[in-house]
């Protein structure tokens, strides 16, 4: 299988650097699409077949936790698995996202190998 | 044990700096260029404790820092094009590394805006700011950086 994957974050910085990160990861690619917001994702998902999402929650028009809410409640993305790449450190936060369904998260600052880890971690989980 | 609030900004900044972008932040040991153009990045962050943390910084460091983050040369066009982004995302982290630090508890929830930036292009500009209480400057391969905690 070679995976479609959406980068959901407001910094094209942020995003180049999770894009070269995923050529990192031994993980077959297809397409990498980007967007600067959770709307913007939304739209992607309404046109293109995604496999994995990696999202940041502070976005301006829509915010990661609504777009997370969308994607867990549509019938038709409700199965792609998320993961949350963001400076958020509460732990009620985070627990309310994993009981959302998302089924991954990296805190910021990353490095390229948590994020490569984290990714291989949901992946495989998705695989099996 | 750190202290200050300000202690933990010069810390957490420091940290991000050297994690994603192999820049490493000193206190300054001799004068440092005063920039005469470059941007100020900020950010307010509300709960257990309130307040706002500021960066500033002349383009050549923020450059550097997109240039780092971006696996890219310096000149390259993609790091000046993209070094608001960077040292937006440099503040953004930034908080993200204080935040629990400033916390009681894991569970402490902290609600933060988006970072926000706006260009300066006078010396002036800079040399005001630095003279504040609360301006910490530091060494960045040689180019200044100032932090600034403020509590609300």
Redesign the interface.
């Known amino acids: 299988m070679s995976w479609n994957i959406l980068i959901v974050d ?5 995003r ?2 999770l894009k ?1 990160t995923l050529g990192m990861t031994d993980i077959p690619i297809d397409e990498i699409y980007q967007a600067a917001n959770g709307a913007k994702a939304l739209e992607v998902l309404d046109e293109k077949s995604i496999d994995l999402i990696l999202a940041d929650l ?3 028009v829509m915010n990661g936790l609504e777009m997370t809410e969308r994607i867990v409640t549509n019938e038709q993305t409700k199965d792609i698995p998320i993961i949350v790449i ?8 985070i627990g309310d996202l994993l009981n959302k369904g998302i089924k991954g998260y990296i ?5 390229p190998e948590n994020v490569r880890d984290e990714i291989l971690k949901v992946t495989e989980s998705v695989r099996t | 044990m750190l202290e200050t609030y300000e202690e933990y900004l010069i810390e957490s900044v420091s940290s991000v700096l050297e994690t994603t972008a192999f820049i490493f932040a000193l206190p300054p040991e001799e004068e440092l260029p005063i920039p005469d153009e470059g941007v100020t990045v900020s950010i307010h962050f509300t709960g257990p404790v309130s307040g706002q943390i500021q960066l500033s910084a002349g383009h050549e460091l923020i450059q550097l820092l997109a240039s780092n983050l971006l696996c890219v040369d310096p000149i390259d066009p993609q790091a000046q094009e993209k070094s608001i982004d960077a040292f937006k995302e440099l503040v953004n982290a930034t908080c993200g590394v204080l935040l629990p630090r400033l916390a009681n508890d894991p569970s402490d929830v902290f609600d933060v805006t988006i970072p926000d930036a706006h260009e300066f292009n006078s010396t002036e500009t800079w040399e005001n700011a630095v003279a504040t209480s609360d301006a910490s400057v530091l060494d960045c391969d040689g180019l200044p950086l100032l932090a600034k905690f403020k509590l609300m």
């Open positions: 407001d910094s094209a910085v942020t180049s650097v070269k502070n976005m301006p963001s400076t958020e450190a509460s732990t009620t936060r805190h910021k600052p990353f490095t």
